[in-house]
Structure formats: structure tokens, C-alpha cells
């Protein structure tokens, strides 16, 4: 599978988990998703905050900003029925909560996660 249709794909992944939140009673908003070359270096070169790999480079990882009620949610704990239920999509789905990283939802490839 080329990097465009992983991409493709994981963002209608996206949009099915984004309507999962909301459909459960909270909503989201978006945190970190693209990391510019420009600002993050190429892939493997760490010129700012995250990983010198990062599927965020790639195009396949994205943070959500978790609410209920107007509460932002902020723990690994708030986030764990959707990325349980994010996990469950698609194989190569990672969640962040699985390495203290909660609010984290990507997809692996070329061992990229």
C-alpha cells in the first residue's frame, strides 16, 4: 500500500473515531496533526518538539483534544474508550495511550507509529 492511501484511509478512520466521540457524549477539537518539514526537519531529523520519526511527519497521527461538558479532558484515563475502540479498526491503528502519550492516534507504517 502506497503512503497516499494509508493516508486516505486514516482519515476516514479519523472521521469515523471523531463521530464515535461525539456520538458517546464528548466532543474534540484538534491538536498536533501535520508536522511541517520546515519547522520538525525531514523524517529523521528532529528540528523542534516530538520525535526525529514521527508518523505526524507522515501524515498518519493526529492529537485530539478530548471535552465533556466543556471540560477539557486532559488524561490518558478520558481518552482510553476510544483509543480501545481505535485500536480495534484497523491493525495497523496505534494509540498513545499505550506509551503515556493518551490524546495520540496514528497509524503505523513503514514502523513508523
Not at 483534544?65 to 488524561?75: A, E, I, P, R
Not at 480495534?88 to 495520540?104: E, T
Amino acid at each position: 500500500m502506497s503512503l497516499g492511501s494509508a493516508q486516505r484511509e486514516f482519515t476516514l478512520d479519523v472521521a469515523d473515531l471523531i463521530y464515535f466521540i461525539y456520538e458517546s457524549g464528548y466532543e474534540c477539537t484538534f491538536g498536533d496533526a501535520f508536522r511541517d518539514k520546515r519547522s520538525h526537519g525531514e523524517m529523521g531529523e528532529k528540528l523542534a518538539y516530538g520525535r526525529a520519526k514521527s508518523a505526524h511527519k507522515q501524515r498518519l497521527a493526529i492529537d485530539l483534544n478530548l471535552f465533556k461538558d466543556g471540560v477539557y479532558l486532559s488524561t490518558t484515563e478520558a481518552h482510553r474508550p476510544f483509543g480501545l475502540w481505535w485500536k480495534s479498526r484497523h491493525p495497523d491503528n496505534v494509540w498513545g495511550g499505550d506509551f503515556d502519550d493518551g490524546n495520540h492516534y496514528s497509524r503505523k507504517y513503514g514502523g513508523i507509529a
